[in-house]
């Protein structure tokens, strides 16, 4: 802990003369950081630290107020519904992919821990990965992969060159196989009533699936290229009747029209369908964002991205854009003024939130913060929970720190999920952690100087 302290002192020094943008480092303090009481959105945040089965509810001041234990590892995170109860991701053993963000359960949890609903797919040939969506009428989406050969996409049309060498890939399995993305709706009752299939949807176009389009290998590493599309977001638009999905591996995101199954609207690379230039060395062509995440729908065509920009050949960094769907043109976007103080090269995400401000989820370093229209940080927060249940004041002091987290999400003090409840019990997630925030405040000015005694 000494270590730590000598870690706090620094920061200490170095923040109480000049303002944060935002903080990521393999050593420094967890918790919340920074908290504006004015410029921030006031409520809860909830969050899934990957490598537990524990899900947290957090206050402004990073003091849980609420926390399920469940079965499952996250696979990959929780939302709160409007009746309090959790819909969660979970990761069940056996999966037959070697991809990352494989599942295979969805659970609805209520505010007493007790599982009320689940629907679990994982079969040789199809894994529930990613993630899901509650719709309006209480059925759920449901994204998955389809196991396909390499023979079915040939007689589809993939040039035998672009065929990718079978490799283990992070849990070292290894495929001969492709797997291909879909949507399945489910009931209450667990019952099929829609599916929409990538597969039916390869051809040429600019609404169509390329079936020679491929990750680049940088990208996909060894396995990577089989898990084609590899989609990480679905949302339901029920005043379109629309499907919202997002595609890393294409680096895209698509607008798919429920009635008939066709794409309407796609926006990020071009190239992925012959309408614009490739990236190549040094220059990103006109493609507009690499390995993107979240896509979520802000109403009046108009969009919120989480970019990676993980392999761009002009230089990594990430970044949160809002898209304008009539124009295609970014409309706002944050990047960090230091590139290495928000990057995450997998995995990330953004939440508009009431006020106008965006939460984002930098994951690979377990890093929230909150950023204004005028790109103004106001809150910020490092996860301290590391692997299962270790939890640390400070990171890089005690040996590796996996504190990763797939998406978190606000909810305000008037939210209707939390109606009732009691939050009044505050409890630390470690115990005799320095508050940081407290030693730097933007919301108040400091206090007056008292006059000198006339002589």
Known sequence: ??????????FSLVFAAAPLSAYEAITGPTGVLLYDRVGAYDGYTLFSPMGGKTVYLIDMEGYAVHSWKTD???GSYA????????LRGGILEGA????GGAGGIVQEIDWNGEVIWEYRLMTEDAVQHHTFDRMPNGNT????????????????GRDPKKIPVAGPGANGKITADFWVDFVREVNPAGETVWEWHVWDH?????FRFDINYAIPDTMAGAAGSYDWTHFNSVQYLPETDQLLLNSRNFSEFYLIDRKTGRMVYRWGNPSAYDQGRPPGWLDNGD???FGNHNATSLGKNRFLLFDNGSERPEGNRSAVMEVNAVTGEIEWEYTAPVSNSFYTARQGAAQRLPNGNTLVTSSNHGHLFEVTREKKVVWEYVSPVVGADDMRCFLGGEGPAFNMLHRAYRYGKDYAGLKGRDLSARTPLVKDCPEFFRLYRTDTPPPAKEPLPKP
């Open 79 to 86: 939302v709160l519904l409007e009746n309090g109860n959790l």
């Open 287 to 289: 493609q507009k964002v």
């Open 202 to 206: 390869v051809g040429t176009g600019p």
């Open 1 to 10: 802990m000494k270590s730590g302290r000598i870690v706090f002192f620094l």
């Open 141 to 156: 989406l449901i994204l998955a992969w389809e196991r396909r050969s390499v023979d079915a996409f040939l007689e589809k």
């Open 72 to 74: 499952y590892a996250p």
């Open 96 to 99: 037959p992919v070697p991809f």
